[in-house]
């Protein structure tokens, strides 16, 4: 049986994934702002700790804490987070910069601090949650797209820094799950809507309101996805979860691949003329 450490296990995928984990005997260590998560009984052993996500200090104890705890960790799962939808210029300063310090921040200090630990070991696996929206953005979610792209960046070149320290680590990017995501105000903020942008912004966030709880994704068999690629022999930098994210990731690697044969010779003409 493995060890694991989750960040943000109250609800969703987070609290998904630790239900399977100890359905199947893993030992896990899962972080949450307050209260207990509804686990219920389960084979394997759970220990929760409170951790404000905002707060370095906080997230740097918790992770030396959930390594105390189980002596040494084999997955590491950055699931905490939440959304900042709306049109840009709604969001106001204090918005930002939470949403880069729970989304952002908090991650990287999580694996900056495991990090020495788990080269200690000589293995272990990181896997960063981000998103879809953080390989093909739309309208609407761009400080969240933001924040996700930021992950997707981070962990593809960390993982190419600890490979030849047997350390693996996974961008995981699911699509739209049936979750309380959209539903619940304290894990997704809509900024002030602007009739300007409705045609956009406005399109956007009716649509994602439309979807809210009735969502492809099923929590569920993402957490039993998310086991199965933690056993891999060598397991993908890489993964998308869902149909839709898939189809969203080709539709956004096929329009990138078109535009850049289209100002390739722009691009081109940089060089210095040997």
Known sequence: MANWFIT?????????????????????????RGGLPPIGPSVGTLRVLLADMA????????????????????????????GLLGAVEASTEDEL???????????????????????????????????IAGRAPGPGIALYAAAKHAMEGFSIS???EVAPLGIRVTALAPGQFRTDFLA???????????????????ATLSALSQISHNQLGDPELAAAAILAMAKAEIPPMRLLLGSD??????????????????????????????
């Open 8 to 32: 943000g296990i109250s609800r969703g995928l987070g609290l998904a994934l630790a239900k399977v984990l100890l359905a199947e005997g893993h030992r896990v260590v899962g972080t949450v």
């Open 184 to 202: 619940d105000s304290s894990i997704s903020i809509s900024a002030k809507e602007d009739p300007a942008y409705g045609p956009s912004v406005g």
């Open 55 to 82: 707060d370095g200090t906080s997230v740097e104890a918790a992770v030396h804490e959930a390594f105390r705890e189980l002596g040494r960790i084999d997955v590491i799962v950055n699931n905490a987070g939440y």
């Open 245 to 274: 994210a898939a189809k969203r990731a080709r539709a956004r690697a096929d329009a990138d691949a078109q535009e850049m044969e289209l100002w390739s010779d722009l691009t081109d003409s940089t060089d210095f003329r040997l």
């Open 158 to 160: 960390l993982a190419q």
């Open 97 to 131: 910069r939470h949403l880069f310090e729970v989304d952002v921040f908090a991650p990287i200090r999580v694996a900056r601090v495991a990090l020495p630990y788990l080269r200690e070991q000589g293995s272990g696996h990181i896997i960063n949650i981000t998103s």
